[in-house]
């Protein structure tokens, strides 16, 4: 038996066996263990995955042996495995570091549901990436949807319920959205095969049907990516769910639904336009210039260190989009590899959160008032995590931003404007970190309660930081999965 | 003639849904609800889609109706007034009905035999499927074994489902109220009498589509949905205590994990036998008998799963609401 041809499928079907599983297990920390355990398997498969795809170019996998297109197929490429690496990774790191933080969220008799729930997650957001099959990736959406917003809701503020509620009705009509878009191509062409579909669809005389499905898509992958204006549901979902929770979905959620909304437009809608990809530029890099700056302009205005992390996540969504809309191969594999390293700056500053919340009784404005005095070494670890966000030379973050502003400058039209925005909003960045630093390092503190500090959630917090730097040096292997990417999605364009 | 009766339906189902946005009252917009997915059911039914039909019957009009009620239970029966916003939802609802409805104008016509959806699967569907697998509903070798992983992750999705309704619902009370079971209708001899008569029927055709699928409509989701409407019935009629006796809270926990793990089971015994997840070919000697039996046992697991996550829905809804 080749393991190695199994894979794909593994990398989905083992959190979702361990779900049920955790569904039995009637004990916090037993629960939590098996959990972790599981991501930590996911993690090493996917980078198996990743050097796999490296050495050749992509392979599939047909579910029950049955061949594409009459049954579903897996495939994994460059694209996919720097994605799963990025979801596996996040939710290896939030579990290893939220056990405290959860533990005072949730009760003992509630853990094994909300364990199962989070493996559930983790199965869900690695299908999508894996499938191949347009309808496979709505159920599995579906899965990963319902299986956040009862993390979301895990959390004790009780502001988190009318959050996810409207997490839950947005991500309910972005999931129809598409599936409509599923609906009119299936009828349309007779196929829900991916690579069918690119075929397929050159065939159809009458190309009304497809556009309006191409509408629908984009539309209801854009709402589910938090795409600028579409971004309403994201900070009050992210500033009131659990810490641990924030930390992964805000690594890795929209990046996901950010990946099928790329796999899908230029795997299957590039060819049927002429000109499309001028198209998907024109509609698309207003959306991500608006969304830079309303998000940093939202994220200083923001007293809340969380949900001012938040806002800077609309921001950053729009860096990925304005990467991928210039639709070159040094765009989209900037875009591609801020996916990684927002992913690492983020999951840091959201894990530093969770060491930081352990330290106060609830996460007021003024909570964290001086805590980087206090715990120097905490304090810089998420400074460090703050500068990757910002784009500061020798980290993570600026590598992505430098091929940014790369990809700008061959894109003659615009250019400087662009790149206008860029140094603009970077600025705008250094305000609201200064804000936050401010806060950590320059204010007395409040009478806070001494607590212990959660010694694996600090570990974490170094380790990710660190990477933040070390892949601020050498971006091997992401990079490289990056420009396979990008030189991959632009094969199917014209 | 199916033409008219298709046309007077939908006109109906219009009716319908504009009489559910205008009620105020939760309880008639429940039941408003109920007549809708039943006349959406009748509608499957006319375009031969016979086992959506079903499953629309059973969960649309049947137990979604019954979960809704118990939720109403704990809320108060009248709508809130709402501010305003109603204006702009209207016309954002219209104008995406009306680029949903210019996009099918381009469509091949309903039952047109050269269409792409009836041209380019479906032959190998039917053609494979009798070769292959040997069973005469198509569709379920399509669902069970062609798109079998898609199936399986149908299953848990209710299974995710029924884990988020649990979790809310055990979330600690912001009032110190304590846990009131219902009574159900030991005080009404009619109903009492005539609905217990009705169950074992039930959940023998409940039985019936399980085993059934594999040569007319029906499968685990419409069985699952069926077995665990008669034991809500039981419930309703003798109240909630007894419905527990019967499927405790734990057991139907372990049955809504085991359903689900069965299914993905039977998908990593094909990886472990060397061949593909799913393959349900080299279940047995037979390619064609293994098929069959990989169809039987995850349609076991479908019902196992769905049986168990309604019913803990329910006994979830009305242990939190006031009063049955």
Redesign the interface.
């Given at each position: 038996?080749n393991l190695a041809l199994?894979y794909p499928?593994l990398q989905v079907?083992i959190p979702?066996?361990m779900?049920?599983?955790a569904?039995?297990v009637q004990h916090r920390k037993l629960a939590w263990l098996l959990a972790s355990v599981t991501s930590l398997c996911a993690f090493a498969l996917a980078i198996a995955i990743a050097q796999l795809v490296l050495q050749g170019s992509s392979y599939a996998?047909?579910?029950?042996?049955?061949q594409a297109?009459?049954?579903?197929e897996l495939r994994v490429d460059s694209f996919s495995a720097i994605v799963l690496i990025i979801v596996s990774g996040a939710s290896t790191a939030a579990l290893l570091a939220g056990y405290q933080s959860l533990a005072q969220d949730i009760?003992e008799?509630?853990a094994s549901?909300?364990y199962?729930?989070w493996l559930?997650a983790l199965?869900?957001l690695l299908?999508i990436v894996v499938a191949a099959?347009a309808?496979?990736i709505f159920?599995?959406m579906?899965?990963a949807s319902?299986?956040s917003?009862?993390l979301v809701?895990?959390s004790s503020d009780?502001r988190a319920l009318p959050a996810v509620f409207k997490y839950l009705i947005m991500g309910t009509i972005g999931a129809t959205f598409y599936l409509?878009g599923i609906g009119?191509l299936?009828?349309?062409?007779?196929?829900l095969n991916l690579s069918d579909l690119e075929v397929?669809i050159l065939a159809?005389e009458?190309q009304?049907?497809i556009l309006?499905?191409a509408?629908?898509i984009s539309v209801g992958l854009a709402l589910k990516a938090a795409i600028f204006p579409l971004h309403a549901w994201l900070p009050n979902t992210y500033s009131f769910a659990p810490h641990a929770v924030t930390a992964f979905l805000a690594a890795c959620s929209t990046k996901v639904a950010l990946y099928v909304f790329l796999r899908i437009d230029f795997f299957v809608f590039q060819r049927t336009l002429s000109d499309h990809a001028a198209q998907f530029s024109i509609y698309l890099l207003p959306l991500a210039v608006a969304g830079i700056l309303y998000g940093s302009a939202m994220a200083i205005r923001e007293p809340l260190a969380k949900r001012l992390f938040a806002w800077s996540s609309v921001a950053q969504i729009g860096y990925i989009v304005l990467g991928v809309s210039l639709v070159s191969q040094a765009g989209l594999s900037a875009g591609i590899l801020h996916m990684f390293n927002h992913a690492l700056a983020k999951g840091a500053i959201f894990i530093g959160i969770i060491v930081l919340a352990s330290q106060c009784q609830q996460l007021t404005p003024t909570a964290l008032n001086g805590l980087g005095r206090k715990h120097p070494l905490i304090g810089i670890a998420f400074v460090v995590a703050g500068l990757s966000l910002v784009g500061i030379p020798g980290t993570a973050g600026f590598v992505s931003k430098w091929l940014l502003i790369d990809a700008i400058l061959e894109h003659h039209r615009w250019s400087i404007a662009l790149l206008m925005v860029v140094l603009a909003s970077s600025l705008m960045a250094v305000v609201y970190l200064a804000k936050v630093c401010e806060t950590l390092f320059f204010k007395t503190p409040e009478t806070t309660v001494v607590q212990p500090l959660p010694k694996l959630a600090i570990a974490l917090l170094l380790l990710v930081s660190f990477a933040n730097l070390i892949f601020g040096v050498a971006p091997g292997l992401p990079l490289e999965l990056a420009n396979n990417a990008a030189s991959l999605l632009l094969e199917h364009t014209l | 003639m199916t033409a008219v009766f298709s046309i007077f339906l939908l006109c109906l189902l219009v009716i319908t849904a504009a009489a559910v946005i205008r009620t105020t009252n939760l309880f008639v917009a429940v039941m408003l609800m109920g007549i809708f997915s039943l006349l959406i059911a009748v509608s499957f039914f006319l375009l031969d889609a016979a086992d959506v039909a079903l499953t629309e019957a059973a969960v649309g009009a049947g137990i979604s109706t019954v979960l809704f009620l118990s939720a109403l239970a704990a809320l108060t029966e009248e709508e809130r007034k709402q501010a305003g916003g109603r204006v702009t939802a209207l016309i954002s609802v219209s104008i995406t009905g009306l680029l949903m409805a210019y996009a099918t104008l381009h469509k091949p016509d309903f039952g047109d035999p050269s269409a792409p959806a009836h041209q380019h699967l479906t032959p190998w569907f039917m053609q494979t499927t009798a070769e292959q697998i040997d069973i005469p509903n198509v569709i379920t070798a399509i669902l069970g074994s062609f798109r079998g992983y898609d199936t399986l992750g149908e299953v848990f999705v209710v299974l995710v489902a029924g884990i988020g309704v649990l979790f809310l619902l055990s979330s600690p009370r912001p009032s110190s109220q304590d846990k009131r079971s219902s009574e159900g209708l030991k005080h009404y001899l009619i109903p009492r009498m005539i609905g217990r008569l009705l169950i074992p029927f039930i959940l023998l055709f409940g039985l019936y589509v399980q085993f059934h699928g594999e040569y007319g409509p029906g499968g685990g989701f419409q069985a699952g949905a069926l077995i665990a409407a008669s034991i809500i019935l039981y419930g309703l009629l003798e109240g909630q205590q007894r419905a527990l006796a019967v499927l405790p809270i734990k057991f139907l926990r372990l049955l809504m994990a085991s359903g689900a793990l069965l299914y993905a089971g039977v998908g990593v015994v094909g990886i472990l036998r060397g061949s593909y997840f799913l393959d349900y070919s080299v279940l047995a000697a037979d390619p064609v008998t293994a098929q069959q039996v990989g169809i039987i046992l995850i349609e076991a697991g479908v019902g196992m799963t769905v049986t168990g996550v309604l019913l803990s829905v329910y006994h979830a809804f009305v242990a939190r609401g006031k009063l049955q």
């Open positions: 038996m199994h499928v079907i979702m066996l779900a049920p599983l569904l039995l996998y047909p579910l029950g042996g049955w297109p009459f049954g579903i009760e008799d509630r549901l909300f199962a729930a559930l199965a869900g299908g099959d309808f496979n159920v599995f579906e899965i319902l299986a917003y009862i809701a895990g009780r409509i009119l299936y009828i349309m062409t007779g196929t397929r159809v009458d009304t049907p309006m499905a509408g629908f | -």
